[in-house]
């Protein structure tokens, strides 16, 4: 990865873990310099990604990284709240500028309306598609009430680090599915098996099962 814009967290690849489907198209909104996109197309191959910012410096290096790891998308300068579009997508994935404070140097959001962020996410996917989402905990609670206006078969996974309670939130719904709800036993933040060997939290999930029985 190219480093020194701006360097993905491990927010990117607990993101990327968190998907368990195999899309065959791909929005990444507020890409970044392409880490989450990146991560899941490390693990699940032959996605069609289109990847959104608004920063053009932010997608220059987006480009270069994809290009470092033999990774191809189409790449879109826009703002998702005013994007105009048509397109929709299987997964649309976001790991939105959830924190508020001065605007960095780079030009990315900061600030922003993370319920307009969530509604015109949504709305960019198709039916029975997938959105998903990581958030700062305190911010959870708008997005989720977002959420249920559009999607059902709710997914809610906190993370943890040594804390009692979680600093980090997944959640994911599908478009036009039934009110269905799943909230997931938390992670520790620093897992190994999925920040060091790409594992997916679904195959965290079955090795857990294993050792219990």
């Given at each position: 990865m190219r480093r020194g814009i701006y360097n993905p967290?491990?927010?990117a690849v607990w993101l990327a873990a968190f998907v368990d489907d195999t899309p065959k198209t791909v929005l990444?909104?507020?890409?970044?310099?392409?880490?989450?996109?990146?991560?899941?197309?490390?693990?699940?191959?032959?996605?069609?990604m289109t990847a959104i910012d608004i920063s053009p410096d932010m997608l220059?290096?987006?480009?270069?990284?994809?290009?470092?790891?033999?990774?191809?998308?189409?790449?879109?300068?826009t703002d998702i709240i005013t994007w105009r579009t048509g397109q929709t997508f299987d997964l649309v994935i976001t790991?939105?500028?959830?924190?508020?404070?001065?605007?960095?140097?780079?030009?990315?959001?900061?600030?922003?309306?993370?319920?307009?962020w969530t509604r015109?996410?949504?709305?960019?996917?198709?039916?029975?598609?997938?959105?998903?989402?990581?958030?700062d905990t305190p911010k959870t609670a708008v997005i989720l009430a977002e959420m249920t206006r559009h999607c059902g078969n709710f997914r809610v996974l906190p993370l943890f680090s040594n804390k009692n309670v979680a600093e980090r939130v997944l959640l994911s719904g599908r478009v036009g599915?039934?009110?269905?709800?799943?909230?997931?036993?938390?992670?520790?933040?620093?897992?190994?098996q999925i920040l060091r060997h790409g594992k997916s939290i679904a195959d965290l999930f079955k090795a857990r099962q294993k050792k219990s029985r």
């Amino acid at each position: 990865m190219r480093r020194g814009i701006y360097n993905p967290t491990s927010d990117a690849v607990w993101l990327a873990a968190f998907v368990d489907d195999t899309p065959k198209t791909v929005l990444d909104v507020g890409t970044g310099t392409g880490g989450v996109a990146l991560c899941l197309m490390a693990r699940i191959p032959n996605i069609k990604m289109t990847a959104i910012d608004i920063s053009p410096d932010m997608l220059d290096a987006a480009r270069e990284n994809f290009a470092l790891n033999n990774q191809t998308a189409e790449f879109v300068n826009t703002d998702i709240i005013t994007w105009r579009t048509g397109q929709t997508f299987d997964l649309v994935i976001t790991n939105p500028p959830y924190f508020n404070g001065t605007p960095a140097a780079h030009n990315a959001h900061h600030n922003a309306d993370l319920v307009q962020w969530t509604r015109k996410c949504i709305a960019r996917v198709k039916p029975g598609g997938m959105f998903a989402i990581i958030v700062d905990t305190p911010k959870t609670a708008v997005i989720l009430a977002e959420m249920t206006r559009h999607c059902g078969n709710f997914r809610v996974l906190p993370l943890f680090s040594n804390k009692n309670v979680a600093e980090r939130v997944l959640l994911s719904g599908r478009v036009g599915r039934a009110p269905h709800t799943q909230i997931f036993r938390g992670i520790n933040m620093n897992n190994a098996q999925i920040l060091r060997h790409g594992k997916s939290i679904a195959d965290l999930f079955k090795a857990r099962q294993k050792k219990s029985r």
